[in-house]
């Protein structure tokens, strides 16, 4: 095993160096980079959504003797100006080297500053944090305590009344688009055109810090609760039929039988004998569903409910093309990914001694 997760840690190096390369270049070629969105905001061309093209009139015509022609809209600036423009944000330097220079101070999980947030990226990260914790850690014990107990609920009455129309409205909510029923829940509970019961915006009231212990609880998941059912509609759609079906795999082996005709009751051979073997997969699974409900999936919920997470703050930084949070935070997800999923074959192990990963090439 030892032996594994060396190759396995040592194959992390290409694999994130790979990512970073790739999504690099792709940088390179896109439009309305952080100097032109300045030269934009300077002229005024952000308005009417003209922000990235950079056309407003003669504004487009750009000089071609000086370093604002590489610029769309850069008419009329001072050239000595751009190239202040290039050098505050790193691009007087040639792309190799600005890659190197990035990987380098990476791997010492230096992320700099943001462009234009005059913060460094660590500081908004953190910043950012508790709203998705808040949406991932109840998401993710929510969905489990739903998806299990009914997954097992389904395996048992298999083909039954039950699992029919329980399994409708789970196909039902997963096809749903979150956003869609995030919206739905607004108009119906959040002031919309009928109840005005939850709050809009937020993850606590403006007077929170003056709320005693037990009111700050009720007042913390007063606004959560259409934010939490929201997600929560899809998010236990896969683990439950997951559920279901490995159950239904382990009770039909044949030391389900054995263990009846031993004179064992459902209930002993179900949560003795076939519960471990087939929440495997399951247990094996939870470390990627962690990272998982923790940083992804929440960006549209976020814009919706007036959220300010990790989501929202990937989003607005590729949108204004705030390099070092874009790139900060792809390494650190990346990165994540990567180790978790190191883990998840570490838990196989840990729950299924059968799994001897040693054997295997990679």
Do not use: C
């Not at 590489?70 to 600005?98: M, N, S, T, V």
């Not at 500053?113 to 908004?124: A, G, H, I, P």
């Not at 990914?337 to 001694?353: A, C, E, K, M, Q």
């Amino acid at each position: 095993m030892g032996a594994y997760i060396l190759r396995r840690l040592l194959l992390m190096i290409p694999t994130i160096v790979g990512i970073m390369a790739i999504s690099f270049a792709v940088i390179q070629f896109a439009p309305g980079g952080p100097v032109e969105q300045v030269i934009s905001d300077l002229t005024g061309q952000n308005q009417g959504g003209d922000r990235l093209s950079g056309s407003s009139g003669d504004l487009g015509q750009s000089f071609s003797d000086d370093s604002s022609g590489r610029y769309r809209g850069a008419q009329g600036l001072d050239p000595e100006f751009i190239k202040k423009l290039e050098k505050q944000f790193g691009f007087d330097k040639p792309p190799l080297e600005r890659f190197g220079e990035m990987m380098w101070n990476y791997i010492r999980f230096d992320f700099g500053e943001s462009f234009f947030r005059n913060t460094s990226v660590v500081d908004l990260i953190l910043d950012k944090m508790p709203v998705s914790i808040s949406l991932g850690l109840w998401i993710l014990l929510f969905s489990y305590a739903i998806s299990i107990p009914l997954g097992i609920k389904k395996a048992i009455s298999d083909g039954s009344a039950f699992d029919v129309w329980t399994s409708g409205v789970i196909i039902v909510g997963y096809a749903v688009p979150g956003f869609l029923f995030g919206i739905l829940l607004i108009v119906l509970f959040a002031g919309g055109s009928f109840l005005d019961w939850f709050p809009l915006r937020g993850i606590v009231s403006d007077n929170f810090a003056q709320l005693n212990w037990w009111q700050k609880i009720l007042d913390y998941f007063w606004h959560m609760t259409l934010p939490l059912i929201t997600l929560l509609m899809s998010a236990f759609a896969t683990t439950t039929l997951l559920t279901k079906n490995s159950f239904i795999d382990e009770i039909k082996k044949q030391y389900v039988t054995t263990a009846r005709a031993k004179g064992l009751n459902e209930r002993q051979v179900l949560y003795g004998h076939v519960f471990r073997n087939a929440m495997l997969i399951i247990i094996a699974g939870f470390p990627g569903a962690f990272i998982t409900a923790f940083f992804t999936g929440s960006l549209l919920t976020e814009y919706i409910f007036s959220l300010d997470g990790l989501g929202r703050l990937g989003y607005d930084a590729v949108v204004k093309r705030d390099y070092p949070i874009v790139f900060a935070t792809l390494y650190i997800f990346s990165l994540m990914g990567l180790f978790v999923s190191l883990l998840s074959d570490l838990v196989y192990t840990w729950v299924d001694p059968r799994i001897d990963f040693d054997r295997r090439d990679v």
